[in-house]
């Protein structure tokens, strides 16, 4: 069993960044893919990042390639997204999800475990 808590969330301009920090409960949590997903008001649960249980893997969404960067931290079992140059269009509730899968998948119904979420707002 894997428990996720997200943080990290808030309300910041258009260009600015934003660092979210998914924490995990359970010894076996650098045994699963991690992942980041988002969801607007109205619209699908869409995947944003992911990345390999080693960490020396990692998989974007086209949209944020090159602004956000996933990163893992095996000793303290978190798992970061760091966000530059956010627009208003990345305002969302953002979710960790953790996986049993040998790689990194973007359908989020192979994700076994799931955070309370995080909000994200970009003003323009």
């Known amino acids: 069993q894997v428990q996720l808590v997200e943080s990290g969330g808030g309300l910041v301009q258009a260009g600015g960044s934003l660092r979210l920090s998914c924490a995990a409960s359970?010894?076996?949590?650098?045994?699963?893919?991690t992942a980041w997903f988002r969801q607007a008001p109205g619209k699908e649960r869409d995947f944003v990042a992911g990345?390999?249980?080693?960490?020396?893997?990692?998989v974007y969404a086209d949209s944020v390639k090159g602004r956000f960067t996933i990163s893992r931290d095996s000793a303290k079992n978190t798992v970061y997204l760091q966000m530059d140059n956010l627009k208003p269009e990345d305002t969302a509730v953002y979710y960790c999800?953790?996986?049993?899968?040998?790689?990194?998948?973007?359908?989020?119904?192979?994700?076994?475990?799931w955070g309370q979420g995080t909000q994200v707002t970009v003003s323009s």
């Open positions: 359970g010894r076996t949590f650098s045994s699963y893919i």
């Open positions: 999800a953790a996986a049993n899968t040998i790689m990194v998948s973007r359908v989020k119904h192979q994700y076994d475990y």
């Open positions: 990345i390999t249980r080693s960490g020396g893997g990692t």
